[in-house]
Structure formats: C-alpha cells, structure tokens
C-alpha cells in the first residue's frame, strides 16, 4: 500500500507546524515520519495531500464517558436499559464519537463496556480505542445504586457498578475489574450533590485505601470520582491517579494534586446539561467559573473528559464542547494538548497522542486552525478521520 503524505499545518500534541510533513504508512498503520517540510525523504509512490487551511491533528481523546445509552435521563432509567441493548447502542454512539474525530475515550462505567472495547480490537466494530473500567465501586446506597427498586433487584439492575463495603470487599471488587479485562479502576469517593449543605463522602478511608493498593498491586490507574473537600483530600491522600469531576477544588488540593502528578478531569460540559442547572447551584458555578482556576494556577494538569452518557440530555457526539469549555480558562493549545497528548498518558495509551515517528496514525483533519479558533474541533468541521492509519470517515 502506498505512503499517505500530509503537508501543511499539523498541531504535534504539544505544538504547531505552519508548514509541516505528515508520513503515513497505512500497512503497519504508524506515523513514518513527521517534521518540517524538507526534511523527510521524498517518496515516488506516495499519494500527498495538501491540507490547504486546514489542520490536521493527532486523534482527540475524552477520557471520561459512559455508554449507558439510554433514552431516558438519570440513574432509573440508565439502570432500567437491557444490557444487550445498551452495547448495541453503544456501538452506534462510537460510531458517533469516530465521526466526530474521537479516536479514544475512556469508559469509566457502562453496560458492556470492556466487550465494546474487545469489539473494536477485534474489528467487529468500528469505533475510538475503549479504554474500560469495566465496572464502577460504589458503596450500597449511594451512587449508581437506583432507590426506586429493592435492594437486591437495584443492584443487579445497574449492572455498571460493583457495589462493594469494607476493605475487603472493595479489594475484591478490585480483581473482579481484573478478571473482567478493565483497565482502569474507577469509585466514587463521594455522591453527586450536597445534603443538606454538605456533599456527602462516600467510603471510609480505608477502604479508598485498599482500592488503590490493589488498583496499583495490579498495575491499573485509579480514577476517583469526587465532590467536595472531605472526598477530594481522602482521595488525592490515598494516591489516586486522576480526579474526576473534582468541584469544591481547593487550591491546598490543588497543590497536593500538582506535587502527586494526579491528573484533574473536571468534566465541565455534564455541568451545562439541563439535568444539572437547578442542581446544588452554589457547587455548579463554582465549578463552572472557579475550580480550572485554582488548577491552572497551581499547575495541575487538566484532561478532557466530557462525562457524556449517551442519554436524551448528554447525547454522544459532542465530546468537543469540553475541549471548548476548558479552552476558556487554560487556553486553546492547552486545550488541544488536554485533548490528545496528555489525555493519552492519564488513560496509559502508549504510542499514541502525538504526531511521532512509530505512533499510531489515529490522526483528525479538521476546518481552520484550532489554536487560534479552538471552535474548529466541531464535529461540522471534522473532515477527515483516520484510525490505524486507515481513513474511516471522509467528509464529501
């Protein structure tokens, strides 16, 4: 198969190149060669396209979503969705989240999520790179777990989560992540919103403790989705290796979290949903106005990730109004980066992320120059999508 060349504007993960040369070779599906014009070795056989006032970028990565792929809204009817049809819903949202130049998530929680990933791999579907937790933890009575139905018909009802108490039982719930294929391990370290006047802390000290020794005893990252001050230093104490939703950041956390090199998912576009406007507003617009700036300022690094669910109010697709919200308190090429480069190191995709020599040409083309108008990742500016080196969407 013939080399596919680049030429023109290329953002590296890092960086923009005005004038840069983009070396595909489609049969090992890994970037050849990447520099400035001139300097790789011309090649006959090669098909070159000219980019022209477009840019081409490394895939872009949301390392938070769930493919609950529900009609309804809220944990019910998430819990109420047949798993055979979650996953096959599921592969027409990836399908969506590819179209829009997706070309990795990280599932922090889904009906089938590590089988969609297995399906990707294997070529039965086509979509991102999955990268899949399997199962959530969560404590009984909290997060994930449906009140509207008895104990024991609730739990198995939302079968994304592995509901576990005490250390023990949480370092079980841990290899049963394992055993399933996961590959990161996500709890909640506290519920959503405040009772009260108070976000709730969810598992003891020891037991966030036990889930990440036996996380790390099993070489798997640690996400903690975590509210409020009391969960949010529980977790970064214990050793987490990314925050997820992270509202109530304090800049001693913040600092804690820069010095640990924990990464800050803070899933801004969940926040704008309708689902969420009337929810704990005093919580919400700190978060939407405050907490990037605290992690700015402290030089905590921030990750995209959308928390999108696949539901009637957070629709798959739609990922890049994350890297659009983050642009606005870290700035466009921070944004990109959060998107590609250092989305990859949180969610451990080696070799992947950046326009490298023996990368992965998992590569976006989109409309416009991203690092001055971050509103060129839209999915309408999306022209080309390769993934292994293989175009799997072409805009006409």
Same mark, same amino acid.
């Given at each position: 198969?013939?080399?596919?060349?680049?030429?023109?504007?290329?953002?590296?993960?890092?960086?923009?190149?005005?004038?840069?040369?983009?070396?595909?070779?489609?049969?090992?599906?890994?970037?050849?060669?990447?520099?400035?014009?001139?300097?790789?070795?011309?090649?006959?056989?090669?098909?070159?396209?000219?980019?022209?006032?477009?840019?081409?970028?490394?895939?872009?990565?949301?390392?938070?979503?769930?493919?609950?792929?529900?009609?309804?809204?809220?944990?019910?009817?998430?819990?109420?969705?047949?798993?055979?049809?979650?996953? @096959?819903?599921?592969?027409?949202?990836?399908?969506? @989240?590819?179209?829009?130049?997706?070309?990795?998530?990280?599932?922090?929680?889904?009906?089938?999520?590590?089988?969609?990933?297995?399906?990707?791999?294997?070529?039965?579907v086509e979509g991102p790179v999955v990268v899949s937790c399997s199962r959530a933890l969560a404590q009984t009575g909290e997060d994930d777990?449906?009140?509207?139905?008895?104990?024991?018909?609730?739990?198995?009802?939302?079968?994304?989560?592995?509901?576990?108490?005490?250390?023990?039982?949480?370092?079980?719930?841990?290899?049963?992540?394992?055993?399933?294929?996961?590959?990161?391990?996500?709890?909640?370290?506290?519920?959503?919103?405040?009772?009260g006047g108070r976000v709730k802390p969810n598992f003891t000290e020891e037991e966030i403790q036990a889930i990440v020794d036996e996380s790390?005893r099993a070489g798997l990252p640690v996400a903690a989705h975590a509210y409020g001050e009391e969960a949010l230093s529980a977790a970064v104490?214990?050793?987490?290796?990314?925050?997820?939703?992270?509202?109530?950041?304090?800049?001693?956390?913040?600092?804690?979290?820069?010095?640990?090199?924990?990464?800050?998912?803070?899933?801004?576009?969940?926040?704008?949903?309708?689902?969420?406007?009337?929810?704990?507003?005093?919580?919400?617009?700190?978060?939407?106005?405050?907490?990037?700036?605290?992690?700015?300022?402290?030089?905590?690094?921030?990750?995209?990730?959308?928390?999108?669910?696949?539901?009637?109010?957070?629709?798959?697709?739609?990922?890049?109004?994350?890297?659009?919200?983050?642009?606005?308190?870290?700035?466009?090429?921070?944004? @990109?980066?959060?998107?590609?480069?250092?989305?990859?190191?949180?969610?451990?995709?080696?070799?992947?992320?950046? @326009?490298?020599?023996?990368?992965?040409?998992?590569?976006?083309?989109?409309?416009?120059?991203?690092?001055?108008?971050?509103?060129?990742?839209?999915?309408?500016?999306?022209?080309?999508?390769?993934?292994?080196?293989?175009?799997?969407?072409?805009?006409?």
């Amino acid at each position: 198969m013939s080399h596919l060349i680049f030429k023109g504007r290329a953002f590296d993960g890092e960086k923009i190149h005005q004038k840069a040369v983009l070396d595909i070779d489609p049969e090992s599906g890994s970037i050849a060669g990447f520099g400035e014009r001139g300097s790789l070795e011309a090649r006959k056989d090669a098909k070159a396209v000219e980019l022209g006032d477009s840019t081409i970028l490394p895939g872009l990565i949301d390392a938070h979503v769930h493919f609950y792929s529900s009609t309804g809204v809220g944990v019910n009817a998430w819990a109420a969705v047949p798993d055979t049809l979650a996953v @096959l819903r599921g592969a027409g949202d990836m399908r969506k @989240l590819l179209n829009a130049g997706f070309t990795a998530v990280r599932d922090l929680g889904s009906k089938g999520g590590v089988h969609l990933a297995q399906a990707v791999e294997e070529g039965a579907v086509e979509g991102p790179v999955v990268v899949s937790c399997s199962r959530a933890l969560a404590q009984t009575g909290e997060d994930d777990d449906p009140p509207a139905f008895p104990l024991e018909i609730a739990q198995k009802l939302a079968s994304y989560t592995y509901f576990c108490d005490g250390p023990w039982e949480c370092r079980r719930a841990v290899r049963k992540v394992v055993r399933d294929g996961g590959k990161v391990v996500k709890f909640y370290a506290s519920g959503a919103f405040s009772r009260g006047g108070r976000v709730k802390p969810n598992f003891t000290e020891e037991e966030i403790q036990a889930i990440v020794d036996e996380s790390h005893r099993a070489g798997l990252p640690v996400a903690a989705h975590a509210y409020g001050e009391e969960a949010l230093s529980a977790a970064v104490r214990a050793g987490v290796d990314s925050v997820e939703h992270g509202l109530g950041l304090t800049a001693e956390i913040a600092r804690e979290m820069s010095k640990k090199g924990i990464y800050y998912v803070p899933t801004l576009t969940v926040y704008q949903a309708k689902a969420y406007k009337n929810r704990d507003k005093k919580l919400v617009t700190q978060h939407l106005d405050e907490d990037l700036v605290v992690a700015r300022e402290k030089g905590v690094e921030v990750v995209t990730g959308s928390d999108i669910v696949g539901d009637a109010d957070r629709p798959h697709g739609m990922s890049h109004r994350e890297i659009m919200a983050e642009a606005r308190f870290i700035g466009n090429l921070d944004a @990109l980066v959060a998107s590609t480069s250092r989305a990859a190191k949180c969610i451990r995709l080696d070799g992947s992320g950046m @326009l490298k020599e023996g990368f992965r040409a998992d590569l976006v083309v989109v409309k416009g120059d991203p690092s001055r108008d971050i509103g060129a990742v839209a999915p309408e500016n999306v022209t080309r999508v390769l993934k292994g080196g293989r175009t799997v969407f072409l805009r006409s």
